[in-house]
């Protein structure tokens, strides 16, 4: 009988959290993304907010108060948002919506500076934030502006920080992170901010024991306790596997790294977070998958062609999307079909992937290309897998043209041509 009136408690206390959803505040999650203009110290800044179309509270960004939302540029200065309408987004979900702003900013000396996006109209609801209706919604963005960094583009997440997830399926999530000069990323997880940018009180890990019947059996398998984290490469994030219906708000920092050519070490340039909601519902659709090549490392001038396969249990129409830089270098590599489009599963779908490598390719960091695999049944709730594939091309080495050696006097000549590639330096 115990767990039939825990169970009781638990459903009371998600109907409570919907109806406080419809009739509470509005703003489901947001990030900034930042571009600097060479050889200046001005900034461009885009905001971009996910909203909850369904809340009786005003629908919009900004207004006419600090608290209705605004930019602090981290150097004493901020700047009200005003009143700025959503645009309804119904291909990523019910009562969902998508506000954006845009600024400049220029800062007079060199420095790091945290930019942040502030308002107190949090959506109400979230099951691991107590109260969130009276939490405010904060993200942010700090950057280095260093004139002996040079010119740098920051990383930007191409990936909608709004995703479905089903109740005992494994959920994952990547924000696609493109960083245009193949700077080294990292990632990890946060604790979604507040007040004074402090972390949320109260707050709770989507994995807590608070939101399962059966913690003990809680992973897809029902085979463990429930895992939830984020592969510090890739940004890859695992959550295996929700256990109630609602909505869950996580976070986490994605850091960019650069090598001092001097120093030799690895000098943080910026970090993001992103403070991003998770729908879970009560629903029976089994999760597609996608299958990968293995990692590569190829010298430039390699043509790489490759089959990428995906696959739905529930034999649902399938789309799979790749996000990296690869795609928008100068000669880059391609994908088809192309634009992705739903197709179908049975028995499987595929992808062709190609590239001619070449060395203006060449760089130290792997590229990584983020694919995602959305099903779409017919009357279920879509579900997404994604997965990671790195490339790294390297120059070809220089080629031994010969060898003059003197036995006698221990002493040799060893000549070699250069390497194929002119930007090879070592």
Known sequence: MKGFWEKIALSIAIMFVCFSAVFGTHLRSGEITIERECNSKTVKIHLKVYINTASAANSQLGGNSLNAGHINFGDGSVQLIPHTQNTPRPDLGVNIGIAEFSTTHTYAST?????????????????????????????????????????????TLTIAPLDHACIGRTFTHNAGVVDPEGDSLSYEMSVPAGKDFAPVPGYLPPNNAKFYTDFAHGNEAGTAPPTFSIDPITGVITWDAPGVQGEFNIAFVVKEWRKNPVTDEFVLLSSIVRDMQIIVEDCINNRPDIILPANVCVMA????????????????????????????????????????????????????????????????????????????????????TFKSWSIKVMAPPPTLISVDLDLVKRYGMLKWSNSACANADR
């Open 111 to 155: 420095g790091i500076y945290k930019i942040a996006y502030f308002e107190k109209d949090r959506s109400a609801g979230v099951l691991n934030i107590p109260l969130a209706e009276d939490v405010p919604y904060v993200a942010a963005s700090t950057i280095n502006i260093d004139d002996a960094i040079g010119c740098n583009n920051y990383p």
């Open 301 to 384: 001038g390699t043509h790489i062609k490759k089959t990428i396969t995906g696959t739905d249990p529930d034999f649902d129409m399938v789309k799979i999307e790749p996000f990296s830089e690869i795609f928008t270098l100068p000669m880059p590599a391609t994908y088809a079909p192309f634009p992705p489009s739903f197709g179908s599963s049975n028995p499987k779908a595929e992808q062709l992937f190609d590239w001619r490598t070449k060395c203006v390719h060449v760089r130290d960091q792997p590229y990584q290309i983020i694919y995602k695999i959305s099903d779409a049944p017919a009357h279920e709730t879509s579900l997404v």
